[in-house]
């Protein structure tokens, strides 16, 4: 069973044994089933699953990501396509339900299927029949639905965006995998599980472990992103370390390294205008003076931000939070001055 989602069965707690019985007897019963989870929790991985400890497990295992394809060709990637049938359709072309026949066709994300073509959908397991787009002939297939997605399906029926008679008839069993933050002691099997194999990718001889401080902080995030966030963070760490600890690792890959020096470099120069003598003490009883207090004020920002850039005009407007074109404005209207 391949790990295409970037997931791995491996875990010990209750909550996750507890699920993978669920499954186990569900994928028995040749019954349309529906996958609810989180995003990186391991949706496609318990589909295979479910076709493999199935009675079709011989038979194909067909995956289609509904996100994945324009609303336009969704119809014809599932149900196919005559000769002739629009612009540049030179061939007939199977769909995905005949690719699937005596097996399992694995509709990811399936929340996103186009009203029109879940009509089409609700044929083929109501009566096991469907034509191409194209053709006036019907194909008879057997074949079971296995549905997955993060979405709400009962607020998409309510919004009209799902048919409530589809999602029925889909529904016949619906699991919910638990999200990773729920699983307690599976957080460490499947870091060790992902360190372990990250250490071997790269060649390192020693097999990598985690520091106390690591652990804590493996332990105390939420893992919005579940095992797919966890195997990122953990491989990213096990590459970078130098010894097989790890001391070090990182929840946000897209943090600017850069951004809290601009943030400290703002700081002194806010401290340093609020030290200025040269800035006046604003008096609320004199409201006409609002426009000499403001060029003032703009002046001495624009002189210490300046002085701190070494006069790189560009790197004075973000120490600013302005743009370079605000920037530019400013200057040509008090560069006298300046």
């Given at each position: 069973?391949?790990?295409?989602?970037?997931?791995?069965?491996?875990?010990?707690?209750?909550?996750?044994l507890?699920?993978?019985?669920?499954?186990?007897?569900?994928a028995k019963?040749?019954?349309?089933?529906l996958l609810?989870g989180?995003?990186?929790?391991?949706?496609?991985?318990?589909?295979?699953?479910?076709?493999?400890l199935?009675?079709?497990?011989?038979?194909?295992?067909i995956?289609?990501n509904?996100?994945?394809?324009?609303?336009?060709?969704i119809?014809?990637?599932?149900f196919?396509?005559?000769?002739?049938?629009?612009?540049?359709?030179?061939?007939?072309?199977?769909g995905?339900f005949?690719?699937?026949?005596g097996?399992?066709l694995?509709?990811?994300?399936?929340?996103?299927?186009?009203?029109?073509?879940?009509?089409?959908?609700l044929?083929?397991?109501?009566?096991?029949?469907?034509?191409?787009?194209?053709?006036?002939?019907?194909?008879?297939?057997d074949?079971?639905?296995i549905?997955?997605t993060?979405?709400?399906?009962?607020?998409?029926?309510?919004?009209?965006?799902?048919?409530?008679?589809?999602?029925d008839?889909?529904s016949?069993?619906?699991?919910?995998l638990?999200?990773?933050r729920?699983?307690?002691?599976?957080?460490?099997?499947?870091?060790s599980y992902?360190?372990?194999?990250?250490?071997?990718?790269c060649?390192?001889?020693?097999?990598?472990?985690?520091?106390?401080?690591v652990?804590?902080?493996l332990?105390s995030?939420?893992?919005?992103g579940?095992?797919?966030?966890l195997?990122?963070?953990?491989e990213?760490a096990?590459?970078?370390s130098?010894?097989?600890?790890?001391?070090?690792?990182?929840?946000?890959p897209?943090?600017?390294?850069?951004?809290?020096?601009?943030?400290e470099?703002?700081?002194?120069?806010?401290d340093?205008?609020?030290?200025d003598?040269?800035?006046?003490?604003?008096?609320?009883?004199n409201l006409?003076?609002?426009?000499?207090?403001r060029?003032?004020?703009?002046?001495?920002?624009?002189?210490?931000?300046?002085?701190?850039?070494?006069?790189n005009?560009?790197?004075?407007?973000?120490?600013?939070?302005?743009?370079?074109?605000?920037?530019?404005g400013?200057?040509r209207?008090?560069?006298?001055?300046?």
């Amino acid at each position: 069973m391949s790990d295409r989602e970037g997931v791995t069965p491996v875990g010990e707690s209750d909550i996750f044994l507890k699920f993978n019985d669920e499954l186990s007897g569900a994928a028995k019963v040749d019954r349309s089933i529906l996958l609810i989870g989180e995003r990186g929790t391991g949706k496609e991985l318990a589909a295979r699953k479910l076709h493999y400890l199935s009675k079709r497990w011989e038979n194909p295992l067909i995956t289609v990501n509904c996100a994945a394809l324009p609303p336009s060709l969704i119809e014809t990637e599932l149900f196919g396509h005559e000769k002739g049938a629009f612009t540049g359709a030179t061939a007939s072309h199977k769909g995905r339900f005949e690719e699937a026949e005596g097996g399992t066709l694995f509709l990811d994300e399936i929340g996103l299927i186009p009203l029109e073509v879940q009509e089409k959908i609700l044929r083929v397991v109501e009566y096991g029949t469907f034509s191409k787009v194209g053709a006036s002939d019907d194909i008879s297939v057997d074949v079971r639905i296995i549905g997955a997605t993060n979405a709400d399906m009962k607020q998409l029926v309510r919004e009209g965006k799902f048919k409530e008679d589809l999602l029925d008839r889909l529904s016949f069993e619906v699991l919910f995998l638990p999200p990773l933050r729920e699983r307690g002691e599976d957080i460490m099997h499947l870091a060790s599980y992902f360190a372990s194999r990250m250490a071997a990718e790269c060649g390192k001889e020693g097999f990598a472990f985690f520091s106390p401080e690591v652990i804590e902080e493996l332990h105390s995030y939420d893992w919005p992103g579940n095992v797919r966030e966890l195997k990122n963070v953990v491989e990213r760490a096990v590459y970078r370390s130098k010894t097989d600890e790890i001391f070090e690792i990182e929840l946000d890959p897209f943090q600017n390294p850069y951004a809290k020096k601009i943030e400290e470099e703002q700081k002194i120069i806010e401290d340093e205008i609020k030290d200025d003598s040269t800035i006046i003490k604003l008096d609320c009883e004199n409201l006409s003076s609002f426009n000499d207090n403001r060029k003032l004020i703009e002046i001495t920002y624009l002189r210490c931000a300046l002085e701190k850039s070494g006069n790189n005009q560009r790197e004075s407007a973000t120490l600013l939070g302005l743009s370079y074109d605000q920037f530019r404005g400013l200057f040509r209207k008090y560069k006298k001055e300046l």
